[in-house]
């Protein structure tokens, strides 16, 4: 990573395709220099949204909180609910 700027990464979480990675995804900050952000995988026309392929902030957030307990801080910046 370049000194000059900051890496974020937006991540948009597929259920039964990459729901099952929010953990290593978190993860890539412990070693690299990166910010991380869930997106929700939003209609547009042609991607074949789905609701069904949707992953909830609530599910985003259990699996966050089941896996680190009490060793997390989550700076939450919620743009809608």
């Known amino acids: 990573m370049n000194a000059n700027f ?3 990464i937006n991540i948009v ?3 039964g395709f990459n729901e ?7 993860r ?4 690299l220099d990166v ?3 869930f ?3 939003m209609p547009f026309d042609g ?3 789905n609701i069904d392929k949707m992953v909830s902030y609530q599910t985003i957030m259990k699996t966050v909180k089941n ?3 009490e060793r997390l801080i989550v700076k939450e910046k919620r743009c809608s609910k």
């Open 28 to 31: 890539l900050t412990k070693d």
């Open 6 to 8: 900051h890496v974020k």
């Open 13 to 15: 979480l597929i259920k």
């Open 20 to 26: 099952d990675e929010i953990i290593n995804f978190i």
């Open 35 to 37: 910010t991380i952000r």
């Open 39 to 41: 997106i929700e995988f």
């Open 67 to 69: 896996y680190f307990s």
């Open 47 to 49: 991607n074949r949204w």
